[in-house]
């Protein structure tokens, strides 16, 4: 068995959603360990490859776990400043390959520890517990000889963790030098961090890009999270019968799923081919194969054909874009006047889906002035046509949930908005 760990996004629920999702569709064979929204415990019955952050659009970290123990000696070494306990914490890290990783290197050892904790009594002293864990690894390389600089933070940072931009301009991966501490309620875990999610490659897909629709574009790391969703892997069809410029469809090519788009405007479909050659090009993708077709949702099964299609991501129209937060029947005019649309919408992919094939697809998510959500009661007129709701986590997925967390087994859809957001995204996932 392997075990990882895995820093989520902010919006952790649909980070693991994604994770769960991915893992199921490449056949992994799994269990969820802990969840918090610091951070994931995995366990793997095969060794996994890191990189397959590449292909997640949600996940900031992979790291693989070196030893465990129990939080309580963690506890008396920081809280109560036990000294048999710091001792005890020391030769548990002394045990790891860490300090031999880190000896590696002929050059001055630079690293970084970056704390998550998910335990209420450590949030006040992670910066502390940074400290004392890099005080342990510096000690132990002086003690073979090996000169080493410690990454510190500046005191106005709130959290003693480094950003994926900081691993990868320091280039800590290559050097096994950042280690990564999760502490939960019971136990703590130390990892080493074996790969970062790169914001550069989703930064250079959304502005390098050809053509680009700042107002209504989706970004790409939440189009990687519903291709991921839609069980979208290598070989498969999938299609965005809302296309816009084709960030959905640029993210399936990546995936090497053949892509189809589908808009209404005829701007639209020329953007989308000017963006997937661009992306065939840059990424230098092999026969990469797309279709952009410019049509009505209301013909969608018309121009596409029945059951041709193995999955399903869109984001339709979420309604005019607002300039102020919107009252409560402003924000129910907007659902009812989409009501017409997104039922053609899921007739159409209806017909178009092979059997037991997904859709994700994106309804808009209000908020009001009241601070009452406004959203489109989506579910019986997806029942009705014929689709089932999935439910993005299963108790099968976990090896054990405590009671605190098994909340998360009825969560039906996932949420992506911030404050900022005057409408947020409400991400459902059907399958026919």
Not at 14 to 23: H, K, M, Q, R, Y
Not at 54 to 72: A, C, V
Not at 198 to 216: H, L, M, S, T
């Amino acid at each position: 068995m392997y075990n990882s760990v895995v820093i989520p996004g902010k919006n952790w629920t649909l980070s693991l959603a994604e994770l769960i999702a991915f893992l199921e569709s490449k056949q992994s064979k799994f269990k969820i360990l802990s969840i918090s929204k610091e951070f994931f415990i995995v366990r793997f019955e095969k060794k996994i490859d890191p990189t397959i952050i590449d292909s997640l659009g949600g996940t900031i970290k992979i790291g693989k776990i070196e030893t465990k123990f129990p939080t309580d000696i963690l506890d008396k070494a920081i809280l109560q400043k036990d000294k048999p306990s710091k001792k005890e914490v020391e030769n548990i890290v002394s045990d790891t390959t860490i300090i031999d990783g880190l000896c590696s290197s002929e050059k001055k050892t630079f690293f970084g520890v970056s704390v998550y904790c998910s335990e209420k009594r450590f949030h006040k002293i992670t910066k502390a517990s940074q400290r004392f864990f890099g005080s342990i690894i510096k000690r132990k390389l002086s003690e073979q000889g090996k000169k080493s600089r410690f990454m510190g933070f500046s005191k106005d940072r709130k959290l003693p963790q480094l950003s994926h931009v900081e691993v990868i301009k320091k280039k800590l991966i290559s050097s096994k030098a950042e280690i990564i501490i999760c502490i939960d309620k019971n136990k703590t875990w130390v990892s080493t961090t074996k790969a970062v999610h790169n914001p550069f490659e989703f930064q250079k897909r959304d502005i390098e890009k050809p053509v680009q629709r700042k107002i209504f574009g989706i970004p790409p790391r939440l189009a990687k999270i519903m291709i991921n969703l839609s069980s979208c892997t290598q070989e498969k069809v999938l299609l965005d019968p809302f296309c816009g410029v084709g960030t959905i469809l640029q993210e399936g090519l990546l995936a090497k799923s053949k892509v189809i788009g589908v808009d209404i405007n005829p701007w639209c479909i020329k953007s989308t081919e000017r963006n997937l050659e661009w992306l065939s090009k840059e990424y230098e993708l092999l026969n990469p194969e797309y279709r952009a077709i410019q049509g009505d949702i209301k013909d969608l099964s018309k121009k596409i054909g029945y059951n041709e299609i193995d999955c399903v991501a869109t984001e339709p129209d979420l309604g005019p874009a607002l300039r102020q937060v919107p009252t409560i029947p402003y924000a129910k005019k907007i659902i009812m006047k989409l009501d017409k649309l997104y039922f053609m919408f899921l007739n159409e992919t209806y017909k178009v889906l092979r059997k037991d094939c997904r859709c994700v697809f994106v309804t808009p998510y209000l908020k009001t002035r009241s601070g009452q959500i406004v959203t489109m009661n989506i579910e019986e007129k997806a029942e009705n046509i014929g689709f089932k709701r999935v439910f993005p986590f299963k108790k099968e997925n976990f090896e054990k949930i405590s009671a605190e967390k098994e909340e998360i087994l009825n969560i039906n859809s996932l949420v992506d908005t911030n404050k900022r957001h005057k409408i947020g995204r409400e991400i459902n996932i059907f399958q026919k």
